[in-house]
Structures are given as structure tokens and as C-alpha cells.
């Protein structure tokens, strides 16, 4: 299992409204591609105007796959240009478990 986490830095006084968007159009065309996502979060202490989520993917393979097919979506390409008039840089990591018995605890399996 791999996990991706990207991360936003939203512009100033945008993190509301980056939100909104990304909750009411991005996110309704991203879980009909992507396997459902273990949180969306903003920074608390930090850098505050960071937006994180994280998604699990069963391999690299299976996130490729996941990824080509919301690229090949108009609906995301166009949510994709919006979005991208609140974000001043993108970050993306991916995390590899040590041991997927405890990769997410408490965590129903995923359903792909």
C-alpha cells in the first residue's frame, strides 16, 4: 500500500474559499476516480494556509491507473484551472507503509 499526501499553500485570505470549491466541485469528481481518501485537513500550527489530504492506493500501479483516468476527465480539468488561481505551490508525497497491519489503524480495508 502507498499513500499519497499533497499539499496546498494556499494563497492569503483564500483558504475559505479554496475550501468551498474544492469541496462542492473538485472532491464530487475526484471519488468517482480515486478510492475514497483517509482526510482532508488545513494546518493548525504552521504553516497555516496549508490544505493536506491523503489518499490510499494499493500500489503505484493502482494509483496510475486512478490518476489517468480523473486526468482524462473534463470536468476535473476544468475544476483543475480554478482551483489553481487560489494555490501558490504543490507539494506531493508518497508514503510507503512499513507494515500494512498497522499502515492505518482503525481504518476499514479499501474498496477498490
Known amino acids: 500500500m502507498i499513500v499519497e ?50 489518499w490510499a492506493y494499493n500500489s503505484y500501479a493502482h494509483r496510475d491507473t486512478c490518476r489517468e483516468a480523473l486526468d482524462g476527465c473534463k470536468e476535473w480539468c476544468d475544476y483543475v484551472v480554478t482551483a489553481h488561481s487560489f494555490i501558490e505551490r504543490i507539494d506531493i508525497r508518497i508514503l510507503k507503509t512499513l507494515d500494512t497491519e498497522y499502515a492505518l489503524l482503525n481504518r476499514k480495508p479499501l474498496n477498490i
Open 5 to 54: 499526501e499533497r499539499q496546498y499553500s494556499i494563497l492569503p485570505r483564500n483558504k475559505a474559499a479554496f475550501w468551498q470549491n474544492y469541496r462542492d466541485v473538485g472532491l464530487p469528481v475526484q471519488t468517482r476516480f480515486l478510492p475514497a481518501p483517509i482526510g482532508f485537513f488545513f494546518v493548525d500550527i504552521g504553516l497555516t494556509a496549508t490544505f493536506v489530504h491523503m
